[in-house]
C-alpha cells in the first residue's frame, strides 16, 4: 500500500492531529526510512494550519481520488484475506 495514500485516507476518517501522529509512529518504527523532509511534505500536501496552527484539510486536494484509492486497497485487503490475490501486490 502507498502510505501517502493511506495517511491521506486516516485525515477524512480521524482526528488530523492524530493522523499526523500515526504517519511520524509509521516512519519511526517497524525499520521504515522517511525522512522528516519526505514526512513534512505529505503532511504539507493534504493539510493545512490556520493563523492558530489548528489544522484543515487542504481544498486544493483530489479528496475523491483519496476515496477511490481506499476503496480499492480495502477491496484488496478483503480479497487477499480470502486468499484470492496475494497479501503483497
Do not use: C, Q
Amino acid at each position: 500500500m502507498d502510505f501517502e495514500m493511506v495517511f491521506a485516507a486516516a485525515l477524512l476518517t480521524d482526528d488530523i492531529l492524530a493522523a499526523i501522529h500515526d504517519l511520524h509512529a509509521y516512519a519511526n518504527g517497524g525499520g521504515t526510512s522517511i525522512s522528516r523532509d519526505k514526512i513534512r511534505s505529505i503532511v504539507d500536501k493534504y493539510v493545512m494550519f490556520d493563523d492558530e496552527d489548528f489544522p484543515r484539510l487542504r481544498n486544493d486536494v483530489d479528496w475523491d481520488a483519496v476515496v477511490t484509492y481506499w476503496r480499492k486497497a480495502v477491496a484488496d485487503m478483503e480479497r487477499a484475506s480470502k486468499g484470492e490475490i496475494p497479501v503483497y501486490k
